[in-house]
């Protein structure tokens, strides 16, 4: 059936065709350096290199998604063939985007500026095809320039056969090249080009942009919401214009905050900062309702942990170095303000791991939201714990004992510390048992010295040394008395039985340390921290040689 719109009656002119709708982020493309936003550096470089007639061969554009690199490179092809309104213009940094180079380069027809996108032309014949066409001059710009878009997805051969073109190119050429992965492009290539690293855009400089261009589409909007989708954006002006194109379809004549979060599935901020404020309190009950009010509205238990990760970064921020962020409406830079100067830097930190911790773990769980609710009950409970650092200056500032009621601590049994006993020199006869184990640890017999300090008991010293030597090898028994005779010139004979003695050294050193790990746990200070903390354990006890 054909369209009744098109159907025109006699003595009618037919009705004009609709112009055809252009997305934001192709009307709004910038066309000149002084409507490319957050570049200043490049663009006064690229100023300096214009007016003194330093031109490089080869600019190599590289950064994120969506600040500018193809714009850039449209921008500086038209900045180098621009004849001005009047035809007798040379390069300059503020095309007048009226003369044919700036239109037809603008329009994408001019023969002179050929783009080619490296993404699908990646091989040496695509390069080819380039080497060729720079052996003829110009057809009717100053300048013939090749722009070579996604340039880290040629092949290796591909930049092997640009290496010397890119080198030495005729005076009337020029190269730009444009990627996002510039750590995959060879040095070679890098070295041959000057390097222009466009940085993200400034969220605060975002907003002003999106303002500006719903107040030229007569869209009305609220503040919030345009903050909403600056920070979606990630520093990407064409990922914002794509949110904002999608936001104006979605809100119709009136952008709402409350729509961008439903478009976008992010949990609506104020909910957010309730929950965070639930988890501070320790308020169980409350806190679970609230996780499943948001879970009911369609809100993803890890987008929701992720909302909570950036409000805990924000308060630490605003703790550490404080700032007015102008993306933030008033309440919520109302609420930074206030949490961080309430809480500590280390408890920040604990709750940064633990929702970090939760985060992970609410990926990888077959049931998102169970895992989310342990996640923050595991917060709630952290919440209701003492601070460490706070706990130890009441414990150092409190008296230690009551003068009417002293406490009687209980006395640990003496125990014989672990002998460090000295290995005898020039030949002399070690004059106990520990002092022979020396002799042996210092002449590196780690295989005797193990069985002499694991195994062997001492029975007496005097007036013949005796040792039990009950299950020790007799091939280390003969090796003990070989090397003693060796070192002390037989002067020391050492009787082997197999009962009695003493413990052996190592039963001494782990006796001492138990011993030791007992007065640590007597200790008041010690008993009260770990009365605070359950969980808590005492480290193993080393002593160092």
Not at 14 to 33: E, G, M, N, Q, T
Not at 35 to 46: E, I, P, S, W
Not at 216 to 229: I, K, N, P, R, S
Not at 405 to 432: C, E, H, L, W, Y
């Amino acid at each position: 059936m054909p369209d009744e719109s098109a159907i025109s009656l006699p003595g009618m002119e037919p009705p004009a065709p609709a112009p055809a709708y252009r997305v934001l982020a192709r009307k709004y493309r910038p066309a000149s350096f002084e409507t490319l936003l957050g570049q200043q550096a490049m663009v006064q470089t690229l100023a300096n290199a214009i007016a003194r007639g330093r031109l490089a061969q080869a600019w190599l554009l590289t950064g994120v998604r969506g600040v500018g690199k193809t714009s850039t490179a449209r921008i500086i092809a038209k900045a180098l063939n621009c004849i001005g309104s009047d035809g007798q213009g040379g390069p300059t940094i503020s095309p007048c985007g009226v003369c044919e180079p700036c239109t037809g380069i603008a329009g994408g027809r001019h023969l002179d500026v050929v783009e080619m996108d490296a993404a699908s032309n990646t091989g040496v014949d695509d390069v080819r095809e380039i080497i060729e066409s720079v052996r003829y001059a110009a057809v009717s710009a100053r300048y013939k320039i090749h722009i070579i878009d996604e340039v880290h997805m040629l092949t290796k051969n591909a930049f092997n056969a640009l290496l010397k073109t890119l080198e030495e190119p005729p005076p009337n050429v020029k190269f730009i090249l444009a990627t996002t992965e510039v750590h995959k492009v060879p040095a070679t290539i890098l070295s041959r080009c000057q390097r222009f690293d466009l940085k993200r855009i400034p969220a605060e400089m975002l907003v002003e942009h999106f303002a500006a261009i719903l107040r030229a589409e007569h869209v009305a909007f609220e503040d919030d919401a345009v903050a909403l989708v600056a920070r979606a954006a990630e520093g990407s002006v064409r990922d914002g214009l794509s949110i904002l194109d999608q936001a104006i379809a979605h809100s119709a004549e009136h952008i709402t905050a409350a729509a961008v979060r439903d478009m976008l599935g992010l949990a609506d901020r104020g909910a957010v900062r309730a929950l965070f404020g639930q988890v501070l309190a320790g308020e169980v009950p409350e806190m679970l309702a609230a996780l499943g009010r948001q879970y009911d509205l369609g809100q993803d238990p890890a987008q929701l942990l992720r909302e909570l990760l950036e409000l805990v970064h924000g308060i630490t921020r605003q703790r550490m170095a404080p700032r007015r962020d102008p993306a933030l409406s008033a309440e919520e830079q109302a609420a930074l303000d206030e949490w961080a100067q309430a809480l500590p830097f280390p408890r920040l930190s604990m709750l940064w791991q633990l929702l970090l911790k939760g985060l992970e773990e609410v990926n990888q769980a077959p049931v998102p939201l169970q895992a989310a609710e342990m996640a923050l009950l595991r917060l709630c409970h952290a919440a209701e714990l003492p601070d460490p650092g706070k706990l130890i200056r009441q414990l150092q500032d409190a008296p230690v004992a009551d003068a009417a009621a002293p406490v009687q601590r209980p006395q640990a049994a003496p125990f014989p510390a672990p002998v460090q006993a000295k290995a005898p020199q020039n030949g002399a006869v070690p004059d106990s048992f520990e002092a022979m184990v020396a002799l042996f640890r210092a002449a590196g017999e780690s295989r005797l010295v193990h069985h002499l300090t694991d195994d062997v008991r001492p029975v007496r010293w005097q007036p013949q040394p005796a040792l039990n030597a009950r299950g020790v090898p007799r091939d280390v028994i003969q090796d003990i008395d070989q090397r003693l005779a060796e070192w002390t010139g037989k002067g020391l004979r050492i009787e082997w039985l197999s009962d009695g003695g003493g413990p052996t050294l190592r039963e001494t050193e782990q006796a001492a340390l138990a011993a030791l790990e007992q007065r640590m746990r007597d200790d008041p200070t010690v008993a009260a921290l770990l009365t605070a903390f359950p969980d808590a354990e005492l480290s193993p006890i080393r002593i160092s040689a």
